[in-house]
Structure formats: structure tokens, C-alpha cells
């Protein structure tokens, strides 16, 4: 990934909301969130139990959301409109991390290709940048006044990505062949190794999420959240091996993360 255009939008990103406030007429909440995911990829097999609680990585994000409910610039309550009063506008930075084995039955069996599968691990790290609208169905204005305690929501948005995979092999030793180390039918594609390659990339995703908001106090919540990542990509996980010799390889990676987080609403 290209370090550099990543750090000059994410400067954009933080600067952009608080230097044009005043002229849009919102007020600015800012957070961090933390917590395990599942990483959905070429690494075992889909809903395959052992393949779910094995590759399990660890995300964090910043979070900025536009409260459009609530003018900082007046100190004032927006105008009563029903857009302003259930959505916000939510912008976030995210890193995660995830180590990859092979599980499932494949890899268990007692042969060379059982072998090489549990010998072969990868990892990934992927850093996302993107914007999500968040829809509330109960008032903002009411949840922000202290009428409930628990404010739930939905949200969809699209996210910048860029990622690095890693893999090696316990079998890997000098003069050893790709095709004494590694599952053969991983060797046909079009990576640096066939179906496998750490190439450093980047692609979009679509998230989609479910969660919670809990008042602490009139300035701060505490947020639980269960949110889908689907990449347009089948390398983040650096495992991409032709369908027709490996079929089970049919779907893009994905995540499924659970995240919690504290939010702070700011006075500008």
C-alpha cells in the first residue's frame, strides 16, 4: 500500500469535519473501538468451526461522526427535520491483524496434502479508511437529552483498503520445490506463486453493521457493535488459487468484527 497518499487523506479526513463545522451545522463526536474478528478466506474452510475460532484477528479503529442534531456552532438543537434527527454521518480509520492456518478435514487427513496444508500460514494486516451513514430509529435529539438509555442503529458505507499478507511454510528448506511445500492445487493462478502472493494491494469494501449505544453522561457513550467487511478482493489474504483447480475458492475475503467503543461529544 502507498504509505504516503494514505497518510495525506487521512490528514484530510481528521481536519476536514472541524475546519468547515461552523458552515454546515453540525456538531462533531469522536471515539476508538477495539475487538476480535473473523477473518472469512482461503485459510480453511467456510463455516467450518475449527476455521472460525483459529483465524480470529484483532482490529482498532478513530472514529468521527457529524451529529446533525445538534449545532455546535450555536450551542442550539438543529432544525427539526427527520434526516437530522436519525442519521449521523460517521468517518473512521481501521487496523487490523489476523493470523491465518488451514483447518477442516482436508488438513487433517494423513497425507502429503494434509501435510503441506497445516504446515502453510499466513497472516494479514489491513488498514481501511472509509465512511458509513448511520440510521437510528429512535430520536438523536431524545437519546442526546437523556430520555433512554440505549440507542440502537444500522449502518452501510464504503471503505478505502489496503493490505499486506505474509505466508511461509514449516516446510520450506533449501532446495525444496513450490510443489514439495505448498497444496498443489494453490500453485495455479495468477500470483507471484500461483494462487499465492504477499504483494501489497488495495481494494474497496462494503460494511454493513448492527449495534448499540449506551449513555454514560450527557458526554459520553459507550457503543457495541457487530459489523460485515466485504472486499472486492480475493488477495488480502495473500491465498487466491484458480476456482477451477481449487473450487471452494468462489467467494472475496470478508470480516465479521466485534467491536466495542467510547464515544465523546465535543463543544465545537
Request: glycine share 8%; proline share 4%.
Given at each position: 500500500?502507498?504509505?504516503?497518499?494514505?497518510?495525506?487523506?487521512?490528514?484530510?479526513?481528521?481536519?476536514?469535519?472541524?475546519?468547515?463545522?461552523?458552515?454546515?451545522?453540525?456538531?462533531?463526536?469522536?471515539?476508538?473501538?477495539?475487538?476480535?474478528?473473523?477473518?472469512?478466506s482461503d485459510f480453511g474452510l467456510r463455516n467450518n468451526y475449527d476455521t472460525n475460532i483459529n483465524n480470529q484477528g484483532i482490529g482498532?479503529?478513530?472514529?468521527?461522526?457529524?451529529?446533525?442534531?445538534?449545532?455546535?456552532?450555536?450551542?442550539?438543537?438543529?432544525?427539526?427535520?427527520?434526516?437530522?434527527?436519525?442519521?449521523?454521518?460517521?468517518?473512521?480509520?481501521?487496523?487490523?491483524?489476523?493470523?491465518?492456518?488451514?483447518?477442516?478435514?482436508?488438513?487433517?487427513?494423513?497425507?502429503?496434502?494434509?501435510?503441506?496444508?497445516?504446515?502453510?500460514?499466513?497472516?494479514?494486516?489491513?488498514?481501511?479508511?472509509?465512511?458509513?451513514?448511520?440510521?437510528?430509529?429512535?430520536?438523536?435529539?431524545?437519546?442526546?437529552?437523556?430520555?433512554?438509555?440505549?440507542?440502537?442503529?444500522?449502518?452501510?458505507?464504503?471503505?478505502?483498503?489496503?493490505?499486506?499478507?505474509?505466508?511461509?511454510?514449516s516446510l520450506d528448506a533449501p532446495g525444496a520445490l513450490p510443489e514439495d511445500i505448498y497444496f498443489n492445487p494453490f500453485l495455479v493462478?495468477?500470483?507471484?506463486?500461483?494462487?499465492?502472493?504477499?504483494?501489497?494491494?488495495?481494494?474497496?469494501?462494503?460494511?454493513?453493521?448492527?449495534?448499540?449505544r449506551y449513555k454514560l453522561n450527557v458526554l459520553s457513550d459507550i457503543n457495541l457493535e457487530l459489523r460485515y467487511h466485504r472486499y472486492?478482493?480475493?488477495?488480502?489474504?495473500?491465498?487466491?488459487?484458480?476456482?477451477?483447480?481449487?473450487?471452494?475458492?468462489?467467494?472475496?475475503?470478508?470480516?465479521?468484527?466485534?467491536?466495542?467503543?467510547?464515544?465523546?461529544?465535543?463543544?465545537?
Amino acid at each position: 500500500m502507498n504509505t504516503k497518499i494514505i497518510a495525506a487523506v487521512l490528514t484530510l479526513w481528521l481536519l476536514l469535519p472541524f475546519s468547515s463545522r461552523a458552515q454546515l451545522g453540525f456538531s462533531n463526536e469522536v471515539g476508538i473501538i477495539a475487538g476480535p474478528l473473523l477473518f472469512q478466506s482461503d485459510f480453511g474452510l467456510r463455516n467450518n468451526y475449527d476455521t472460525n475460532i483459529n483465524n480470529q484477528g484483532i482490529g482498532v479503529g478513530i472514529v468521527h461522526y457529524m451529529n446533525f442534531a445538534y449545532r455546535a456552532d450555536c450551542n442550539c438543537y438543529s432544525r427539526d427535520l427527520y434526516f437530522n434527527d436519525h442519521f449521523k454521518l460517521r468517518s473512521e480509520a481501521d487496523l487490523h491483524y489476523t493470523k491465518l492456518t488451514h483447518e477442516g478435514f482436508e488438513s487433517e487427513k494423513q497425507t502429503l496434502g494434509g501435510l503441506q496444508l497445516r504446515s502453510h500460514t499466513g497472516s494479514s494486516l489491513v488498514f481501511e479508511l472509509g465512511m458509513q451513514l448511520e440510521y437510528f430509529p429512535l430520536s438523536i435529539r431524545d437519546f442526546q437529552a437523556g430520555a433512554y438509555k440505549v440507542a440502537p442503529y444500522i449502518s452501510l458505507g464504503a471503505h478505502y483498503v489496503g493490505y499486506q499478507a505474509k505466508y511461509e511454510s514449516s516446510l520450506d528448506a533449501p532446495g525444496a520445490l513450490p510443489e514439495d511445500i505448498y497444496f498443489n492445487p494453490f500453485l495455479v493462478g495468477d500470483g507471484e506463486l500461483g494462487g499465492i502472493d504477499d504483494s501489497p494491494g488495495n481494494t474497496w469494501a462494503i460494511t454493513s453493521s448492527v449495534g448499540i449505544r449506551y449513555k454514560l453522561n450527557v458526554l459520553s457513550d459507550i457503543n457495541l457493535e457487530l459489523r460485515y467487511h466485504r472486499y472486492f478482493s480475493n488477495w488480502v489474504d495473500g491465498l487466491n488459487p484458480d476456482q477451477q483447480f481449487y473450487p471452494p475458492n468462489k467467494y472475496d475475503d470478508s470480516i465479521v468484527w466485534l467491536n466495542v467503543g467510547y464515544i465523546y461529544y465535543l463543544d465545537f
